[in-house]
């Protein structure tokens, strides 16, 4: 039996503790981050925007959301201009994100994309797909997890704002705005990125032309 095991039920009770200095400690990495990239203009950074509490690779991504969880890197709100200047982030994802935004706010966000990426830099972008949800209805699937990628936090009775979907658009209408705006050779790719439901969610990619 090993150590932890055996003192196990004396530790349990101070288990909050653990989670606390962790997320201090979390929360301290992130504020250190954010001021070193900030030093260099952000120069070269990549983005993961609304990473929240379940951020994508944290070693090579800066992770934004506009609350500050200890995970958080960089706190801004993105429907209003990121406090970002043009053309020195390199890489974007964004996963679940783009659903908790009303579609004035999404066409902000993808033109925010723009202009921050460099040249050359290709953004993901992962989000419900309304057709395969559509589908889901037609085939009589399971309700629950249909509501939840229709409507967000959909249980509970307390659920924020910020926590709701509002908006969402088909893989090709995602590719076609993303065209519009200026990026080329948008396309949907495998959703191969390990988290969320692949049969309900989508994931296409562009890239800034050179
Ligand atoms: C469903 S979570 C997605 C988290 C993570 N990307 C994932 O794939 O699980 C959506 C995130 O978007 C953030 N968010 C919603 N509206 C936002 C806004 N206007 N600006 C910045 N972040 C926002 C929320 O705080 C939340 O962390």
Redesign the pocket.
Same mark, same amino acid.
């Given at each position: 039996m090993k150590l932890i095991d055996k003192y196990y039920r004396y530790i349990r009770p101070f288990r909050f503790l653990y989670g606390g200095v962790k997320d201090t400690v979390s929360h301290a990495q992130s504020s250190k981050r954010a001021e070193e990239w900030k030093a260099k203009g952000y120069q070269g950074a990549k983005l =993961? %925007?609304?990473?929240?509490?379940?951020?994508?690779n944290r070693n090579e991504f800066l992770n934004? =959301? %506009?609350?500050d969880?200890p995970q958080v890197d960089l706190v801004?709100?993105?429907?209003k201009r990121f406090p970002i200047p043009d053309k020195v982030i390199v890489e974007i994802i964004?996963?679940?994100?783009l659903e908790?935004?009303r579609a004035p706010?999404v066409d902000h966000v993808l033109h925010e994309f723009y202009r921050v990426m460099a040249p050359g830099s290709r953004v993901r972008i992962?989000t419900p797909d309304i057709e395969a949800i559509a589908q889901g209805v037609i085939d009589g699937d399971d309700l629950g997890i249909l509501n939840q990628h229709l409507f967000?936090k959909f249980k509970s009775d307390d659920t924020e704002d910020?926590?709701l979907h509002k908006s969402m658009f088909p893989a090709e209408t995602m590719c076609q705005m993303l065209e519009d705006i200026g990026f080329e050779n948008a396309k949907r790719i495998p959703m191969d990125i390990g988290?969320?439901d692949a049969n309900y969610n989508y994931l296409v990619e562009a890239y800034k032309p050179v």
């Open positions: =993961d %925007v609304c990473g929240g509490r379940n951020p994508f934004v =959301d %506009v609350v969880f801004f709100d993105v429907t964004s996963l679940a994100t908790h935004l706010h992962s967000g910020l926590d988290m969320h």
